[in-house]
T-cell receptor, first 111, second 115 residues
Framework: RKEVEQDPGPFNVPEGATVAFNCTYS??????FFWYRQDCRKEPKLLMS?????NEDGRFTAQLNRASQYISLLIRDSKLSDSATYLC????????????WGAGTKLIIKP | DGGITQSPKYLFRKEGQNVTLSCEQN?????MYWYRQDPGQGLRLIYY???????QKGDIAEGYSVSREKKESFPLTVTSAQKNPTAFYLC??????????????FGQGTRLTVV
């Protein structure tokens, strides 16, 4: 089993819709979780950190489910500019320094 | 402006050549990383460094070498021993003083092609 797994998609979603995707992680002791956004041929940029209590930033909501070992990202009222690949990131247990990256979920918002 | 600068943006290498990718940061971050990304894949860790004059192998270190002589700089050399070097290379840095929930900042990447 991979340490971090994501559905590669693509998710094709009409503009204005709500879309959600999950990311599963294998080590229950993981402590740090992030969602990054990567545009085509660009570097990843932080979208949001994921906290135990869940967190929201505008149209984006991230949640952590420790019992089932997954994090989720919900995007409401999707915009064309939300089209990108969304990368899930988890710290490697035993190391504050190493991050493990999922392969990403590709999201395409259609007009 | 603080940030990470990678150069060059595009690099072409002949078979059998060593090439060095530059990464400089002025964020005063202790930790620096090199990742490789292939099309449709996630980021794979090549090397990382927690402090000056120290670095650790990542998951795919074979065929690569690094140095960390200054806090600001973490160059990556792709040697001729790396048989399939064509990829997108990303350098990142991260503060390690504020606990585990600190984000990684990336340079704009170097796209290396073997010709």
């Amino acid at each position: 089993r991979k340490e971090v797994e994501q559905d590669p998609g693509p998710f094709n979603v009409p503009e204005g819709a709500t879309v959600a995707f999950n990311c599963t992680y294998s080590n229950s002791a993981s402590q740090s979780f992030f969602w990054y956004r990567q545009d085509c041929r660009k570097e990843p940029k932080l979208l949001m950190s994921v906290y135990s209590s869940g967190n929201e930033d505008g149209r984006f909501t991230a949640q952590l489910n420790r019992a089932s070992q997954y994090i989720s990202l919900l995007i409401r009222d999707s915009k064309l500019s939300d089209s990108a690949t969304y990368l899930c990131v988890v710290n490697r247990v035993g190391s504050n320094y190493q991050l493990i990256w999922g392969a990403g979920t590709k999201l395409i918002i259609k007009p | 402006d603080g940030g990470i600068t990678q150069s060059p943006k595009y690099l072409f290498r002949k078979e059998g050549q060593n090439v060095t990718l530059s990464c400089e940061q002025n964020l005063n971050h202790d930790a620096m990383y090199w990742y490789r990304q292939d099309p449709g894949q996630g980021l794979r860790l090549i090397y990382y460094s927690q402090i000056v004059n120290d670095f650790q192998k990542g998951d795919i270190a074979e065929g690569y070498s690094v140095s960390r002589e200054k806090k600001e700089s973490f160059p990556l050399t792709v040697t001729s021993a790396q048989k399939n070097p064509t990829a997108f290379y990303l350098c990142a840095s991260r503060s390690t003083r504020q606990g585990v929930n600190t984000e990684a900042f990336f340079g704009q990447g170097t796209r290396l092609t073997v010709v």
